[in-house]
C-alpha cells in the first residue's frame, strides 16, 4: 500500500487559514486521496476526498498538486472545534470496499 | 439518522475474561467495518462485513477474535481469554453499498481496558 507522511503537529490561530500538508510520493494511478479526521474522545470523522481535481465541500477544501504526490487539506478559517488528529489516507480503487489505512495524523492545535 | 452507535462505550476486565462489544451501524448501510486504536496511534482495520458475509480480515484478529453479523444489521465482536495487549479502542464504521470510495461513517467507539 502507497504511504502518506504527515507532519506530528501544527498550530493555527482561531480565524486563521490553516493548510495542512500530506505527501505520498508513491501513490498510484488509481488512490484516492481521503481524509479524515479524529476529535478528542470520538471516532474519526471524514473530511473531503479526491482523485486528481481540487474539491471543495463545507468543512474544507483539497488541493492536489498535478503530479499528484502531495496534497493538502484547507480549513479556511479555524475554530477552536476544529483542533483535532486529521489523517491523510489513500484508499485504492479494487472494486470492493475500502479499508482505510490510518497513519498518526498531524495533531492541529488551535489557540485563540 | 441516530449514526453509529457502540456499546458499551467502556470496559474493564481481568486479563483471561471474554468481553463483547455491540455495533449498531446506520440503518440500511451495508458494510461494517471494525477497527483498533492504540494510544497515539491511528486506528487499524480488522474485519469488514458486506450484509452479514465476513468478507475479510486482518492478521491482526487473532483466534481470539471473532466477529459476527448475523442478519447483516447489528455486529458483535468478541474477544476470548483477553491479554493487557488488547487493551485499546475499539471502534465500528459503516457505509452504503456503492462505489468503493464511499464515506465510512465511525462510532465513538468502546474503550476497553484489560487489567
Known amino acids: 500500500d502507497a504511504k502518506t507522511t504527515q507532519p506530528n503537529s501544527m498550530e493555527s490561530n482561531e480565524e486563521e487559514p490553516v493548510h495542512l500538508p500530506c505527501n505520498h510520493s508513491?501513490?498510484?494511478?488509481?488512490?484516492?486521496i481521503h481524509w479524515y479526521r479524529q476529535l478528542p474522545s470520538q471516532g474519526p470523522e471524514y473530511v473531503i476526498h479526491?482523485?486528481?481535481s481540487n474539491v471543495n465541500n463545507r468543512m474544507a477544501s483539497l488541493a492536489i498538486a498535478e503530479d499528484r504526490k502531495s496534497s493538502t487539506l484547507i480549513l479556511h478559517r479555524a475554530t477552536l472545534r476544529d483542533a483535532a488528529v486529521y489523517y491523510c489516507?489513500?484508499?485504492?480503487?479494487?472494486?470492493?470496499?475500502?479499508?482505510?489505512?490510518f497513519g498518526t495524523g498531524t495533531r492541529l492545535q488551535v489557540t485563540l | 439518522d441516530t449514526g453509529v452507535s457502540q456499546n458499551p462505550r467502556h470496559k474493564i476486565t481481568k486479563r483471561g475474561q471474554n468481553v463483547t462489544f455491540r455495533c449498531d451501524p446506520i440503518?440500511?448501510?451495508?458494510?461494517l467495518y471494525w477497527y483498533r486504536q492504540t494510544l497515539g496511534q491511528g486506528p487499524e482495520f480488522l474485519t469488514y462485513?458486506?450484509?452479514?458475509?465476513?468478507?475479510?480480515k486482518s492478521r491482526l484478529l487473532s483466534d481470539r477474535f471473532s466477529a459476527e453479523r448475523p442478519k447483516g444489521s447489528f455486529s458483535t465482536l468478541e474477544i476470548q481469554r483477553t491479554e493487557q495487549g488488547d487493551s485499546a479502542m475499539y471502534l465500528c464504521?459503516?457505509?452504503?453499498?456503492?462505489?468503493?470510495?464511499?464515506?465510512?461513517?465511525f462510532g465513538p467507539g468502546t474503550r476497553l481496558l484489560v487489567l
Open positions: 464504521a459503516s457505509s452504503p453499498r456503492g462505489t468503493e470510495q464511499e464515506t465510512q461513517y
Open positions: 508513491t501513490i498510484s494511478g488509481t488512490d484516492y
Open positions: 479526491g482523485l486528481t
Open positions: 489516507i489513500l484508499s485504492r480503487d479494487t472494486g470492493t470496499a475500502s479499508k482505510l489505512t
Open positions: 440503518s440500511e448501510h451495508n458494510r
Open positions: 462485513f458486506q450484509n452479514e458475509a465476513q468478507l475479510e
